[in-house]
Structure formats: structure tokens, C-alpha cells
């Protein structure tokens, strides 16, 4: 069976730049998403290939462990590809799990963020729409630490 994907976009009241370089700085998870990334390995320069293992706070009731494999990281039109290796979530039976992030400029101090979601389950079956929520909105539940965090400290990432 093919895989089974899911996808939406939110409104974002901060640059695409400031966003941008967040994504790509995977080390200050733990300060910038505080209460819900602890820690963060990284394995590689952060292009394609490298390794990114996020450990969750037990608090944030979203697992214990995020693996992925970056397969797509394009800074011209800030897309952000990864490949889920390993992932401990209240989600259950997926044999594999890929993501794509794209964000666009709406103005000068925002952007649309559009995510898509491929993923297999060890059925060969597909999520229900709450198990779908739940994937899609742990990724925007970041996404709106980050626009939350910027939005605090005007002067980061500018």
C-alpha cells in the first residue's frame, strides 16, 4: 500500500528568515521549545544525511525520543525534508514516518508554514483523523514555541 499522508499549514507572526534560522540551529531546541525538547544529539553538518535525536520532556505528554535523518534542507526555498528513523509518541504501529516542512514569506514579519506528513503504518492501514491531529499538531505545537519564542526576544535570529 501507498503511503497514507496528511498535511496542513498555519500562520506565522514572524519572518520567514527569523524561522528559518531557528530550523536550522536544531542545538537551541532546548532553550527555544523549554518544557518540551530537553536535549538534542546532532550527527553531521546539518545538510542532508545528518542525525538529529531530540530527547522530549516526559512533562510534554508528546514521548520520550525523536530520530530523524535530514534527506532535504534547502535554504533558497526553505524547505526542510527528514526522514523519522526511530520516535516514542502516543502514536503507535508506524513502520515509517517522513516529513516536509516549506515556509513562505506573507509580509515583511510573517509566513505560512506547510507541512506534510507521509506515513506507513505496520498494517499497511491509515491513522484516524484524532491519531492524524496528533501527528500534525505535536510538529505545530513546536512551531508555535519558536514563533512564541521569537516573538519574546525581537532581537534573536534577526
Known amino acids: 500500500m501507498a503511503p497514507a499522508c496528511v498535511s496542513d499549514e498555519r500562520a506565522v507572526a514572524v519572518s520567514v ?3 528559518w534560522k531557528v530550523c536550522l540551529d536544531v542545538q537551541a531546541l ?19 544525511g545528518t542525525i538529529h535525536i531530540m530527547k522530549l520532556n516526559p512533562a510534554a505528554d508528546a514521548g520520550s525520543l525523536f530520530k530523524t535523518k535530514v534527506v532535504v534542507c534547502d535554504s533558497a526555498a526553505h524547505v526542510l525534508k527528514s526522514e523519522v528513523l526511530e520516535v516514542k509518541s502516543k502514536v503507535e504501529n508506524l513502520k515509517s514516518h517522513s516529513t516536509e516542512t516549506k515556509l513562505e514569506a506573507t ?30 499538531d505535536g510538529y505545530y505545537g513546536m512551531l508555535k514555541m519558536i514563533e512564541d519564542y521569537l516573538v519574546a526576544h525581537p532581537n534573536e535570529y534577526a
Not at 116 to 135: A, F, N, Q, R
Open 17 to 19: 528568515e527569523r524561522v
Open 30 to 48: 532546548p532553550k527555544v521549545c523549554a518544557g518540551f525538547v530537553d536535549a538534542v544529539e546532532v550527527e553531521g553538518n546539518g545538510g542532508p
Open 107 to 136: 509580509g515583511d514579519a510573517s509566513c505560512v508554514a506547510k507541512l506534510k506528513v507521509e506515513y506507513e503504518l505496520e498494517d499497511g492501514g491509515s491513522l484516524s483523523p484524532e491519531k492524524e491531529k496528533i501527528i500534525v
